[in-house]
């Protein structure tokens, strides 16, 4: 006699925060908290990153994660997270006075993102404009993937490589993703620093989640108001 299969889990819906599009979702289950943990453990931040997309794939209906954005997938974390483990998380913050390490409880469900609008189309030169993009799971896998020795510009220089679709001429739209890297390289490489300022500035307003965080010390009574950002500060 077969066990019975335990699927009666409850429907939760949330917002993709680039997109705007309302997305059903259940809680991760067992299984998914299963291949988080060995993907923790393995300290390959690859892995942790493809493990935490793939969860919430899983959980969600009619997503695609490679086109997730990593501020779809920090916000999309904690609500799934907040929904299958606890509405908050104790986190330890160290004091901006003594460095001491105080307990502190955050509100995952309450927790909200603002995206900022991009310039979707720049102009490069009378003939010459782009197309922009947030970069998306596709391109952050292959930025947490490279070696531990890639220096912040390398970091910078391949976000923004994600973050160009398209190049547009007088003639044509050339679609990135039928472009070589190093075609993408060179023309990145031949734009002047106001061009390439451009580009970079949509990467420099990517969003993350940001919480505000207001204490006194436990230790020495220090008056710590902080900014919690990115989701790994958000879980103990």
Not at 36 to 61: F, G, H, K, P, Y
Not at 91 to 109: M, W
Request: glycine share 4%; net charge negative.
């Amino acid at each position: 006699m077969a066990l019975p299969k335990l699927n009666d889990y409850p429907q939760y819906t949330m917002i993709q925060p680039s997109t705007g599009k309302e997305i059903k979702f259940r809680p991760f289950l067992v299984k998914e908290e299963k291949v988080m943990l060995l993907a923790s453990e393995s300290q390959n931040m690859q892995d942790v990153l493809r493990a935490v997309v793939n969860t919430i794939t899983a959980c969600c209906e009619d997503l695609d994660g490679d086109k997730l954005t990593s501020f779809d997938i920090e916000y999309m974390f904690v609500k799934l997270r907040a929904k299958s483990v606890g509405e908050t998380s104790e986190v330890v913050i160290k004091c901006e006075g003594c460095d001491h390490g105080n307990p502190y409880k955050i509100d995952l469900g309450a927790l909200e993102m603002t995206v900022p609008e991009i310039e979707k189309r720049v102009e490069l030169s009378k003939d010459i404009s782009v197309e922009l993009q947030w970069p998306n799971f596709e391109i952050l896998q292959k930025v947490v993937g490279a070696d531990a020795g890639t220096s912040q510009s390398e970091y910078i220089f391949a976000l923004i490589r994600g973050a160009i679709s398209a190049v547009l001429t007088e003639e044509e739209r050339i679609d990135l993703k039928d472009v070589s890297v190093k075609e993408i390289d060179e023309f990145i490489e031949s734009m002047n620093t106001e061009q390439f300022s451009k580009i970079r500035d949509v990467i420099e307003s990517i969003p993350s989640l940001r919480h505000d965080v207001e204490f006194n010390c436990e230790v020495c009574g220090h008056k710590n108001d902080l900014v919690v950002q990115g989701m790994e500060n958000f879980f103990s």
